[in-house]
């Protein structure tokens, strides 16, 4: 007999990252556009002397700074290498094989990936008619093996968010025991002041956890870091399932120094969003539904065109996120780059 992994792994799909295509535009990702912050980039430089040490496994003194951004105890935060990472532990750390994790669809594709290599149950509570979370129903879908529920706000790839009060209405229905994490990638790209900040219900409920990271607004994302605040229980769990000195040097040097020049990072994401809107408007003009976006993407839902439509762009030299039978993705980068998207996104409505 050859040697077999686990057979259920056979059914797990896999990440499917955004592509690269040379002498094409990449808006696949949702990554920023800048390059890395000349203040962020020195400070990266001279970290690489100490690259023969281990790096710190505590990852203490960013997580001490976090702590103090967010107003929280230390204790309750755990650094991870990409918020990515600390989905797949925190699916670990709370669930035993056939424990449900709950969460919308179409929202982020880890989901389903890490509670399957956990051996929990996926399950899934569709998007409603507006491409947003349908809060109400997913209450209704927690059952007593359900152990933690994702909320993505704003929703990846939607770019849809849940408002404070539909969110309180939520977190009032969903038992004591089952843990909600917030997922807020594209925080730093919300302007609605009815979006509520995860952290109000970290530091005032008990069953709440938020999920960040350094990999978009931070311009980050090729050095994994990312970061978790919850429950302080669910934080030293997190921890313990962390795979040891996984959040390199480099990576926590670079996320101090991103957090000393968040003014210069915060007024890239003003760009970013101003972009957001424009490009938003102009899709709507061509004749797109667009949903209402927070994030640093817009959502093109073309269901069976999908496909069809990210090759139409592929041709004109733009890399664009496409979900069979869906829809498609779009990273707001520079605006030369979204009118080659608006360009391609044009010409498509006319060939069509
Ligand atoms: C990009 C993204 C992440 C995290 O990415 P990392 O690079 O692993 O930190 C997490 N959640 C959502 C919804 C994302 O879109």
Redesign the pocket.
């Known amino acids: 007999m050859p040697v077999q992994p686990r057979a259920d792994l056979h059914s797990l799909p896999s990440y499917v990252a955004g592509k690269t295509v040379p002498g094409a535009v990449k808006l696949s990702?949702?990554e920023t556009p800048g390059g890395p912050l000349p203040s962020v980039a020195k400070a990266i430089a001279e970290a690489t002397a100490d690259i023969n040490r281990y790096p710190d496994i505590s990852v203490g003194k960013l997580a001490r700074r976090l702590a103090e951004k967010l107003a929280v105890p230390s204790e309750q935060v755990s650094v991870?290498?990409?918020?990515?990472?600390?989905?797949q532990q925190l699916v670990q750390a709370m669930c035993a094989p056939g424990d449900e994790v709950l969460f919308a669809w179409r929202?982020?594709e880890?989901y389903p990936i890490v509670s399957q290599i956990a051996s929990a149950v996926p399950v899934t509570v569709p998007l409603d008619a507006g491409h947003r979370h349908d809060l109400t129903a997913m209450a209704a879908a927690v059952t007593p093996k359900t152990r933690v529920v994702f909320v993505?706000n704003p929703?990846?790839p939607t770019g849809t968010v849940v408002r404070r009060e539909e969110l309180e209405r939520f977190l009032d229905a969903v038992p004591s025991d089952v843990l909600v994490v917030l997922?807020e990638?594209?925080r730093e790209f919300v302007t609605d002041a009815d979006v509520p900040d995860g952290m109000d219900y970290v530091r005032g409920r008990d069953n709440v956890a938020v999920?960040r990271?350094?990999?978009?607004a931070y311009g980050l994302?090729g050095l994994?870091?990312?970061y978790f605040a919850g429950p302080e229980a669910v934080a030293e769990a997190v921890r313990k399932v962390y795979v040891p000195f996984s959040v390199n040097t480099l990576a926590q040097i670079a996320a101090m120094a991103s957090l000393d020049a968040e003014d210069e990072l915060f007024a890239r994401c003003r760009t970013i969003v101003a972009e957001r809107d424009r490009v938003r408007t102009e899709l709507i003009e061509a004749g797109y539904e667009v949903p209402e976006t927070q994030a640093n993407f817009v959502w093109l839902p073309l269901g069976e065109r999908a496909m069809d439509f990210a090759e139409h762009a592929l041709a004109n030299k733009v890399v664009v996120r496409a979900f069979a039978g869906d829809g498609v993705r779009v990273t707001i980068s520079h605006p030369e780059e979204n009118d080659l998207f608006l360009h391609a996104a044009r010409s498509y409505r006319r060939t069509s």
């Open positions: 990702s949702n991870g290498c990409g918020s990515v990472a600390l989905c929202s982020f880890s993505c929703n990846n997922d990638a594209y999920l990271t350094f990999s978009k994302a994994r870091v990312g």
